[in-house]
T-cell receptor, first 115, second 116 residues
């Protein structure tokens, strides 16, 4: 069953705490995207990787956000320190060899609430 | 700056009707356009991907068209069913002029409700 998986599905944390979200792309996909969705801003691209190297992270607040791909089966998005304005649903998506030019497959998302 | 607009924001139609959802973009230099559906509390499901060289794509009751010159794409849903109720989003992929990374811009979506 080829799906993108994300953990945790829900996270509630206090302001100032570190948050780590994980994503397992579809096996064989070499492009991973991180998005954030809020009612106000809609869906925004934070960063994406191809072959584990960051291609574009211009949408990500660099002072507190970091994204990595330790290996081909795991992508992480970390927020340190977290703030209430980071509350959103964070989606991971993966795609094939063509990078952003290929079809994207989304995970179920991580709903983050920062109190 | 590329902007992607979806109008209307919400649409309600009776079951069985054919309908069209719209997606407009300001910069015609796109590589492709993708349509997704999103059910409440869920991730996005890919529906159709149209490359810039294509005019349309079809999958079952869905047909997506692309007119780059006018900056428009439409998603046609035939014989609508209550199960089609969801939010439909379009996304364009474009390459900025002085960057090696493509940009991906999503529209804000059209919330579709099919009345039984």
């Amino acid at each position: 069953d080829a799906r993108v998986t994300q953990t945790p599905r829900d996270k509630v944390t206090e302001m100032g705490q570190e948050v780590t979200m994980r994503c397992q792309p579809i096996l064989g996909h070499n492009t991973v995207f991180w998005y954030r969705q809020t009612m106000k801003q809609g869906l925004e691209l934070l960063a994406y990787f191809r072959n584990r190297a960051p291609l574009d992270d211009s949408g990500m607040p660099k002072d507190r956000f970091s994204a990595e791909m330790p290996d081909a089966t795991l992508a992480t998005l970390k927020i340190q320190p977290s703030e209430p304005r980071d509350s959103a649903v964070y989606f991971c998506a993966s795609g094939g060899q063509g990078g952003a030019y290929n079809e994207q497959f989304f995970g179920p998302g991580t709903r983050l609430t920062v109190l | 700056k590329q902007e992607v607009t979806q109008i209307p924001a919400a649409l309600s139609v009776p079951e069985g009707e054919n309908l069209v959802l719209n997606c407009s973009f300001t910069d015609s230099a796109i590589y492709n356009l993708q349509w997704f559906r999103q059910d409440p509390g869920k991730g996005l499901t890919s529906l159709l991907l149209i490359q810039s060289s294509q005019r349309e794509q079809t999958s079952g009751r869905l047909n997506a068209s692309l007119d780059k010159s006018s900056g428009r794409s439409t998603l046609y849903i035939a014989a609508s069913q209550p199960g089609d109720s969801a939010t439909y989003l379009c996304a364009v992929v474009l390459k900025p002029q002085y960057s090696s990374a493509s940009k991906i811009i999503f529209g804000s979506g059209t919330r579709l409700s099919i009345r039984p």
